[in-house]
């Protein structure tokens, strides 16, 4: 499918679990993003990546690990999921020198 | 630290009015984007607005950037039930959101 996608789009884990929420782009935008979505705070940037092999802290990074081998694929693990980990996750894109993002459908995460 | 406040956060409409929503942010920045998110769903990018002055319409929707003031607003022009919606406003620094408005326009 063309676009962006993310999986799983719902999962509920245990605290103490690790958890990979996956994002994937058939565009190949140079930007990624990842952001969590909670009631009253809007959006609040997770991690970016810039290119393959880098990538950078946003506003709430801690508890959250990102790699990116492949242009496509931007990974979300949740090393040690905490209850307060329990959101919405949208991964998003943007081609290098455009100005608009691109969202995925989101990822619902519960952790009990 | 950034902050980007929107107000209102919840606003009910009667269809065929006008109302604007207000997006004020605390440092400098030339770039502000509005998005629209229906219950349940992902984001939509509505206006992307790159200058002091920049003004945007799409329907009946319109947005207007004022750098030196720190403020965008996104004005609603005779309000229909299709615009009921969660818009969001966000500024290119850190990409740092806004609450978010819950609109909701009734017959």
């Known amino acids: 499918d063309a676009g962006i996608t993310q999986s799983p789009r719902y999962k509920i884990t245990e605290t103490g679990r690790q958890v990979t929420l996956m994002c994937h782009q058939t565009w190949s935008h140079s930007y990624m993003f990842w952001y969590r979505q909670d009631l009253g705070h809007g959006l609040r940037l997770i991690y970016y990546s810039a290119a393959a092999d880098i990538t950078d802290k946003g506003e709430v990074p801690d508890g959250y690990v990102v790699s990116r081998s492949k242009t496509e694929n931007f990974p979300l693990t949740l090393e040690s999921a905490t209850r307060s980990q329990t959101s919405v996750y949208f991964c998003a894109s943007r081609e290098r020198g455009t100005d608009t993002q691109y969202f995925g459908p989101g990822t619902r995460l519960t952790v009990l | 630290e950034l902050k980007v406040e929107q107000n209102p956060l919840f606003l009910s409409m009667q269809e065929g009015k006008n109302y604007t929503i207000y997006c004020n942010y605390s440092?400098?920045?030339?770039?502000l984007y509005w998005y629209r998110q229906d219950p349940g769903k992902s984001l939509e990018s509505l206006f992307v607005l790159l200058s002091n002055g920049a003004v945007k319409q799409e329907g009946r929707l319109m947005a207007s950037l004022d750098t030196k003031a720190r403020l965008s607003t996104l004005h609603i022009t005779a309000a229909v039930h299709d615009l009921s919606a969660t818009y969001f406003c966000a500024v290119y620094h850190d990409m740092r959101f806004g609450a978010g408005t819950r609109l909701t326009v009734k017959p």
């Open positions: 440092t400098t920045s030339d770039r």
